[in-house]
């Protein structure tokens, strides 16, 4: 089988974890090259047998054997690497948010529609084995008609306010997540939806003009009605749960623990606490993702999440950044006029 | 301890359930019920006085509490004819769905100087009383987040449907109290979505069957509410409470509490079927705390006011729902606001 020749653009933390996914899980991937505006650790990119570490974006561009990139830099530089790898004719894997501004994504979509390659965005929880079965169940008829969707997503720790304040905030940053597994799994639109914010965790997160608790409710296309609850810190581990209720029944995604040991004694009955961050609990789905690019790439099969997921979830962003601050329902049809940029809460 | 006699104006479902508590209860003697719609013949039995008149019960020195089972409308009017004539009592939720006549009922019930607890079952029930202990005793932290599920196994009746005050009124009202209950703080504000998903039948009737909820509560805290008026697979009942510290939650019980394993999969018990199969502890545990608290001289667990609160955030929702915008349930509490 030939394998994908991919270069790797931004390698911090994510970076680091797709290019070890694809030398390690994905056989048909060939990782050549990895770029970053820092020296990339030599002894990293040797255990991996990457032949080519560089900090110039053209020596990735230009080499006429790489045929897809993975954008894995700050999101501020996503869209002009999207158009820059685009023109350069490879086809792309792009981190989420691709921006934080519809009109830009949308930009970035027609650079890869004139190119003629492929973008995948990366909403890894599509590719979960949870979320792709309870999908399936949907698809299924296994609830009926969808009545109500919910999503508890909780981080384990505040960030440090440092990324709070280049992270586009909260709904876009975090909750973005939770509006595309609303779409993914109801296949249907967010319609409206209405936004409350607090901050609960963090006062420091407030002063940099954020919000660390907030519970959005939502109207779909379809009729049904959805649920999402985010914070910024659990104390408890990476809260992740999912819900979808209907005419038949319902399905729901627990969390996933590091083991099933349940240890009981008179103090208690104890068991694991969730896995401690999205890397492990999204593990499977950070390789499934991948790989199903790669696969794309190969087969010239449709990506499964492409630009267009990315600018719905964006816009739910800025329709809950406008519900917040207005104090109001939203429609997601209304003009978006506050979505100059992800900042400000 | 005192033996407390007491009565019941309503013998429907709830009458009745209230009745046969009462009459395996120690320090409670259940003298007579009254309802004019009722026949008695299979039952309470010869030991309990049965009569079509609410008088005979209210009008009896020997009484010394009542409890108000009869349908809605006229819980208001019977509370008050219980106070003044001196009796304690027991009224089924809600008082009324007009905020004022409650304000007037509650007015009525003190200057008698008479006892009111309010059938706010959930809060007696062990396992959302656990929850509420560990929220109080700090095992939580602050409380930053209260989720709740209720949906009903089916459907009422559109008759029922059409009397029952509305979804909001009727089932949500003690998930607004459960909210206030285990965060003891105040829904502030509140905004809803409703739909009609489960039945048009309940759309063509004026009200809605699905709904969810979000409200700011005023330590700060949000909450939200999920419901919906038919879960296939039974009485869905979970609430959780999110703080600094962590969260608790509590699951939906089962009848048997087993798991069977097989090559079909690993298949778990539906949850209890509906309110009375779940909540029958509560039943009994919330009138034990109202005859305490006649002995006792003390305050009721769930009082008067308790239920004006929770009507006025019904309200509240009711409008939100009606002009689709956040209502604050403070508005609702000023006098002569009324807003159906």
Redesign the interface.
Known sequence: MKQTTVGVIGIGRIGRMHTENLVHAVPDAYVKAVVDLKQVDPAWADGLGIPVRTTDLDVVLKDPEIEAVVITAPSGRHVELIRRAAAAGKHIFCEKPVAFEPGLIEQAQAAVAAAGVKLQVGFNRRFDPGLLRMWLGVRAGEVGEIHQLRVTNRDPKAPPVDFVKRSGGLFFDFAIHDFDTMRFLSGSEIVELYALGAVLVDPEIGKAGDIDTAVITLRLANGALGVIDCSRQTNYGYDQRFEVFGSKGSIVVENTTPTTVVSSSKGGVVGDKPHETFVERYREAFIAEVAAFVASVREGLPVRVGAEDAVAAVKAAGAARTSHQEHRPVRLSEDMKATSGGQGQ | MRVITAGILGAGRIGKIHANNLMAMAGVRLKAIADPYADFKEWPGAAIATSKNPEDVLKDPEIEAVLVCSPTPSHADFTDAAARAGKHVFCEKPIAVDSERVRATLETVKRSGVKLQEGFNRRFDPTFARVRRAVADGEVG?V??V?I?A?DPAAPPIEYVKSSGGMFADMTIHDFDMVRFLSGSEVEEV?A?G?V??DPAIGLAGDID???????LSN?????I?N?R????GY?QRIEV?G????IEAFNETPARTVLRSGAGVRHENPLYFFLERYQRSFVIELEAFFASIRGDREPPAGGNDGLMALLVVLAARQSLIE???VRVEKLASPGHKKG
């Open positions: 602050d930053q987040l989720r599920t949906r905004h979505y739909a998903l489960v699905t709904a969810v909820i979000s409200m700011r700060g805290a949000l909450a939200v999920e919906s038919q879960a296939v697979f869905d999110f600094s510290k962590g969260g689709n915008r956040p």
